[in-house]
Nanobody, 123 residues
Framework: QVQLVESGGGLVQVGGSLRLSCAAS????????MAWFRQAPGNEREFVAA????????FYADSVKGRFTISRDNIKNTVYLQMNSLKPEDTAVYYC????????????????WGQGTQVTVSS
């Protein structure tokens, strides 16, 4: 079994920055992709960013491209989401997800999910 724990959310003003972390624990980890999704009230969960096992491939939603950066530290079993130039529309609960194999823009292939961390951007 795999456990994912997010941290780093909070309240920030427009234009500010936050860095989210997601630490994985449990079974032995090899060759897994990780991703961030988010869900705002009344909206469906949406893809934000994903990263391959090696970190050599990263993917972003158009809405965050150029502002967010996903990275990972496989020694620490942790994935990060650096969020800059935050906008009110970035307000949501952010979830990290893990799947064995390649990345995906869809949430369905991901096997494990964190509990979520709230990000609120005030204007």
């Amino acid at each position: 079994q795999v456990q994912l724990v997010e941290s780093g959310g909070g309240l920030v003003q427009v234009g500010g920055s936050l860095r989210l972390s997601c630490a994985a624990s449990g079974r032995t980890f090899t060759s897994y992709a990780m991703a961030w999704f988010r869900q705002a009230p009344g909206n469906e969960r949406e893809f934000v960013a994903a990263i391959s096992w090696s970190g050599g491939s990263t993917f972003y939603a158009d809405s965050v491209k150029g502002r967010f950066t996903i990275s990972r530290d496989n020694i620490k079993n942790t994935v990060y989401l650096q969020m800059n130039s935050l906008k009110p529309e970035d307000t949501a609960v952010y979830y990290c997800a893990l799947r064995y194999g390649g990345t995906s823009y869809s949430d369905r292939p991901y096997d494990y999910w964190g509990q979520g961390t709230q990000v609120t951007v005030s204007s």
